[in-house]
């Protein structure tokens, strides 16, 4: 029987959760990787930005990828901590030192990402039919932003080249499956996740 009383508000039943989860000294619960670099991707009025940065780059793997296991389990978190940065250093909302070390590690996980095996088979992740094709995209439209108009604390440092979409994946496919979903009118809640590459 839960403990969680009834008339708590979402985020005071969150609140507990995560409590409880830390105290359990028999679980292993970890920061995400990938979901912390969705956060500074799409919500830096969030306090606790300079936690977060410092976490993305401390995580790092010295050959640019980001994760953790066999590197094809690396592509998604690397995809989301390239993108995240590169989101950084478009806002220009850091310091010279950090926007180098960012610059640093977009440049690292590019090269990750190229070096990454051309196809499949890939870790069946959740939604990662839409995550990967929303995230490749993302990372040229921040390419092309940059060297459109630079980056406001490194003035002449570009980007290389962005990924190739991995064999096996769809570009087209988180377009058509916003377009489904947008006919009948919201995403039902089991699927809110893959919003994140959207």
Same mark, same amino acid.
Do not use: N
């Given at each position: 029987?839960? /403990?969680?009383?009834?008339?708590?508000?979402?985020?005071?039943?969150?609140?507990?959760?995560?409590?409880?989860? /830390?105290?359990?000294?028999?679980?292993?619960?970890?920061?995400?990787?990938?979901?912390?670099?969705?956060?500074?991707?799409?919500?830096?009025?969030?306090?606790?930005?300079?936690?977060?940065?410092?976490?993305?780059?401390?995580?790092?793997?010295? =050959?640019?990828?980001?994760?953790?296991?066999?590197?094809?389990?690396?592509?998604?978190?690397?995809?989301?901590?390239?993108?995240?940065?590169?989101?950084?250093?478009?806002?220009?909302?850091?310091?010279?030192?950090?926007?180098?070390?960012?610059?640093?590690?977009?440049?690292?996980?590019?090269?990750?990402?190229?070096?990454?095996?051309?196809?499949?088979?890939?870790? =069946?992740?959740?939604?990662?039919?839409?995550?990967?094709?929303?995230?490749?995209?993302?990372?040229?439209?921040?390419?092309?932003?940059?060297?459109?108009?630079?980056?406001?604390?490194? /003035?002449?440092?570009?980007?290389?080249?962005?990924?190739?979409?991995?064999?096996?994946?769809?570009?087209?496919?988180?377009?058509?499956?916003?377009?489904?979903?947008?006919?009948?009118?919201?995403?039902?809640?089991?699927?809110?996740?893959?919003?994140?590459?959207?």
């Amino acid at each position: 029987m839960s /403990d969680t009383v009834v008339s708590t508000t979402y985020s005071e039943q969150a609140a507990h959760l995560v409590a409880r989860i /830390d105290q359990d000294g028999l679980g292993s619960v970890r920061p995400s990787l990938y979901e912390t670099a969705r956060v500074i991707s799409a919500a830096p009025w969030l306090p606790g930005e300079p936690r977060r940065l410092a976490y993305l780059l401390d995580e790092q793997a010295p =050959d640019g990828s980001w994760g953790e296991g066999p590197e094809r389990y690396r592509l998604l978190p690397t995809l989301s901590g390239v993108e995240a940065a590169l989101a950084v250093l478009r806002r220009g909302a850091t310091s010279t030192e950090t926007a180098r070390r960012l610059a640093d590690a977009v440049d690292k996980g590019l090269a990750a990402l190229r070096a990454l095996p051309r196809s499949g088979p890939w870790p =069946d992740t959740a939604a990662a039919e839409i995550l990967v094709p929303g995230l490749v995209a993302k990372i040229h439209e921040q390419i092309a932003r940059i060297a459109e108009d630079g980056t406001p604390a490194l /003035d002449g440092w570009r980007p290389g080249p962005g990924p190739a979409l991995p064999g096996g994946y769809d570009q087209a496919l988180p377009a058509y499956v916003a377009k489904r979903y947008a006919s009948v009118g919201s995403l039902p809640v089991k699927f809110h996740h893959t919003t994140s590459a959207a």
